[in-house]
Nanobody, 122 residues
C-alpha cells in the first residue's frame, strides 16, 4: 500500500510564505509524477503544480512566479514553496503521486494524501 502524508499547512498573513511537504511511503517501485492540488469550499479541485521524476514542472497560471515545486527522489518527497500568499490561495492542499507499486504484477496507482489546510488572512 502507498501512503502520502502532507505537512506544513497553517494560518498565515497575506504576503507571507509557507512550505508544504509530502512524503510517500509503502510498496513503491517508482514515482513518475508528483503534484499538488487544492480545493476551496464549493470549488472544484484544481491542479497547482506537478513535477516529473526528471524535474520537469508545470504550474497553474494563478501561482506562476510565486510557487515552486520540487522533489527529492531519494526520499520520495515533494515540496511546494509558496511565496507572496494571497487570500485566494486559501484551500485544502492535496498531494498526489503517480506511483508504480513494488508488488508483482507492477501496476500504476494514483495515490492521494489526506490534505493540509492553508488559510491566508487579508
Amino acid at each position: 500500500q502507498v501512503q502520502l502524508v502532507e505537512s506544513g499547512g497553517g494560518l498565515v498573513q497575506a504576503g507571507r510564505s509557507l512550505n508544504l511537504s509530502c512524503a510517500a511511503s509503502g510498496s513503491i517501485l517508482r514515482i513518475d509524477v508528483m503534484g499538488w492540488y487544492r480545493q476551496a469550499p464549493g470549488k472544484q479541485r484544481e491542479l497547482v503544480a506537478t513535477i516529473t521524476r526528471g524535474g520537469s514542472t508545470d504550474y497553474a497560471d494563478s501561482v506562476k512566479g510565486r510557487f515552486t515545486i520540487s522533489r527529492d527522489n531519494a526520499k520520495n518527497t515533494v515540496y511546494l514553496q509558496m511565496n507572496s500568499l494571497k487570500p485566494e490561495d486559501t484551500a485544502a492542499y492535496y498531494c498526489n503521486a503517480r506511483t508504480v507499486v513494488a508488488d508483482w504484477p507492477y501496476r500504476t496507482l494514483d495515490a492521494w494524501g489526506q490534505g493540509t489546510l492553508v488559510t491566508v488572512s487579508s
